[in-house]
């Protein structure tokens, strides 16, 4: 229990629905974060928000939108998305997102099938 | 921008001690994190280095040498419960120490 929950932990979807994933953490962190991890790649940053306030969009597609309601939940929709989008996606939590030796917390992750 | 390299797979035996390597890039360094992840579950936090030298936390240990752009982490009495992947983090150079991560050594303990 890393005191960050991610919901669903598994979802399928065709490619003309919406669906959102949801993250809360319980750690009472200022800086929340949406990572994707593909197989054989690496961890890859979407999206950061830092006291709700998104400080950090990676050249994430469009189809990819997230939400920051307040410090303790993050969510991110999903629309139209395409088989490629297939992955694991890791919400995480940090105390300050700019503070040297700043650790991440991750969630168990949200498995994401585009069929 | 940042690089980093590891192995992708190792095998080790059980009760035995493996180092897993961890080479890295970047335009400035502050510090480097060592996270595992069990199959299926999320990473955790394992280690932090921002000084050179050997940092021991009971089986498993953490080295760091700046000079070099060098780490490893060696894992001792190895269990079949280490089997998982070990992943190399630097904080990327945006001012905002996002972390960037490697592709992850896949380590199987065998018995």
């Known amino acids: 229990e890393t005191g960050v929950t991610q919901t669903p932990r598994h979802l399928v979807m065709g490619m003309t629905n919406k669906k959102s994933l949801k993250c809360e953490q319980h750690?009472?962190?200022?800086?929340m974060y949406w990572y994707k991890q593909s197989a054989k790649k690496p961890l890859e940053l979407m999206f950061v928000?830092?006291?709700?306030?998104?400080?950090e969009n990676n050249s994430v597609p469009s189809r990819f939108s997230p939400e920051c309601p307040n410090s303790s939940h993050l969510f991110l929709h999903l629309h139209t998305l395409q088989p490629e989008d297939s992955a694991l996606y890791l919400c995480a939590s940090s105390q300050d997102q700019t503070a040297s030796g700043n650790t991440i917390y991750f969630g168990e992750g949200s498995w994401l099938t585009v069929v | 921008g940042q690089n980093i390299d590891q192995p992708t797979e190792m095998t080790a035996t059980e009760g035995a001690i493996v180092q897993i390597n961890c080479t890295y890039q970047t335009s400035g360094f502050n510090g480097l994190f060592w996270y595992q992840q069990h199959a299926g579950e999320a990473p955790t936090f394992l280690s932090y280095n921002v000084l050179d030298g050997l940092e021991e936390k009971g089986r498993f240990s953490s080295f760091l040498s700046r000079s070099k752009g060098y780490s490893y982490l060696l894992l001792k009495e190895l269990q079949m419960k280490d089997s998982a992947s070990y992943l190399c983090a630097v904080p990327d150079q945006t001012g905002a120490n996002n972390l960037f991560f490697g592709t992850g050594t896949r380590l199987t303990v065998i018995p």
């Open positions: 750690l009472g962190h200022n800086a």
């Open positions: 928000y830092s006291l709700e306030e998104r400080v």
